[in-house]
């Protein structure tokens, strides 16, 4: 009796401790950081092409809408990088990019190279740029101040 009292009480002990730390703000958000917790997580297909379709149309915030519904731990890679080129195509100009959104591209290319266990790399054909370590190049590059941002020739450059 002693030892399932002790067990139950150490339960209880992790439980607190586990909420305390992953700070979920909803029940949903407890349930979602259990199932990525025990390895049973899983992204939701469907919002996440109904995401990828919205991308295509170039409704780039409805398309990350649809996905950190798909994805709401942001714990897969794919669904990550999809997030980072979103803010990319939205944040590219042709005279200037959108600093703010290239920092949070950059957030999310980072995030999606972290949860990879190989080298990214997508076979997409309507992307220019199919691997996570091109497109975080491309982000830092936008983000860096030089001489090339005042370069007149800059509106003849093309959107990856």
């Known amino acids: 009796m002693q030892i399932l009292g002790l067990v139950l009480s150490l339960a209880y002990a992790v439980l607190i401790v586990w909420i305390y730390a992953t700070e979920p703000r909803t029940f949903r958000e407890a349930a979602t950081g259990a199932l ?4 049973t ?5 469907e919002k996440f092409d109904a995401g990828l379709a919205l991308f295509r149309r170039e409704q780039f915030r409805a398309a990350r809408d649809e996905w950190q519904r798909a994805d709401p731990a942001q714990n897969d890679a794919l ?5 980072a080129y979103s803010f990319y195509r939205e944040g590219w100009g042709r005279v200037y990019n959108d600093d ?3 920092r949070q591209g950059l957030e999310k290319v980072n995030r999606a190279l972290t949860l990879a266990s190989q080298p990214l790399n997508i076979s997409d054909p309507d992307l220019a740029m ?3 370590a091109e497109l975080k190049a491309e982000l830092e590059a936008g983000t860096e101040r030089n001489w090339g ?9 093309k959107r990856k």
């Not at 990525?36 to 390895?39: E, I, L, T, W, Y």
């Not at 669904?79 to 997030?83: A, R």
């Open 149 to 157: 941002d005042v370069n007149p020739l800059k509106v003849m450059k």
């Open 100 to 102: 703010d959104l290239f």
């Open 130 to 132: 199919h691997s996570a």
């Open 79 to 83: 669904t990550q990088f999809y997030v």
């Open 36 to 39: 990525v917790a025990a390895g």
């Open 41 to 45: 997580y899983q992204v939701n297909q």
